[in-house]
């Protein structure tokens, strides 16, 4: 079935024209970009609530299409949805991928992303559980996953 032109999506303030960056929309997506120096602008919560605040309209809605079953990893640093705790220590030599955000307190909070799943429960099967995820969205995930996984389009490339 044919998609419909995808809608050039910008945000005018104050006279200007505002662009989501690719790095900072794969940081609120992935919780991490594929360059590193993005991650540096996102340490605390406050630069993660600001971030999000920002973007949550343009990314969210992309998410739920492009990715069913998961939800973007600033839901989870912001607290919108309970973290997945770790069912067991990831030894140093399994893969697994975190992020430490810094709180107002000053304490860091390690949110894992990935983990194998002996290690981390799936995020389909936690969101289901929490009742963010139905038996549809969760059908679509399977089909998703049979896919491929169908990879994420960054807004940077829906410009002309």
């Known amino acids: 079935m044919p998609r419909a032109p995808a809608r050039i999506r910008k945000r005018f303030i104050e006279g200007t024209t505002e662009v989501l960056d ?3 929309e794969e940081c609120l997506v992935y919780g991490y970009p594929l360059v590193l120096d993005t991650l540096a602008s996102l340490r605390t919560i ?13 990314v969210l809605p992309k998410v739920l299409e ?5 939800r973007p990893a600033a839901m989870y640093v912001l607290g919108e949805i ?3 705790e770790l069912r067991i220590n990831v030894p140093d030599a399994v893969y697994g991928t975190h992020i430490d955000v810094r709180g107002r ?23 289901h559980r929490l009742g963010i995820v139905n038996d549809e969205e969760r059908a679509r995930h399977r089909q998703w996953r049979q896919r491929g ?8 490339s829906l410009y002309e």
């Open 105 to 127: 307190d000053g304490k860091t909070t390690r949110h894992w992303l990935a983990a194998p799943p002996t290690f981390l429960e799936p995020e389909v099967t936690h969101l």
């Open 46 to 58: 406050d630069e993660w609530r600001a971030a999000w605040s920002r973007w949550r309209d343009t």
């Open 149 to 156: 996984g169908d990879p994420y389009p960054l807004e940077v």
């Open 22 to 24: 690719h790095e900072m």
């Open 66 to 70: 492009h990715r069913p079953g998961t």
């Open 82 to 84: 309970p973290r997945r």
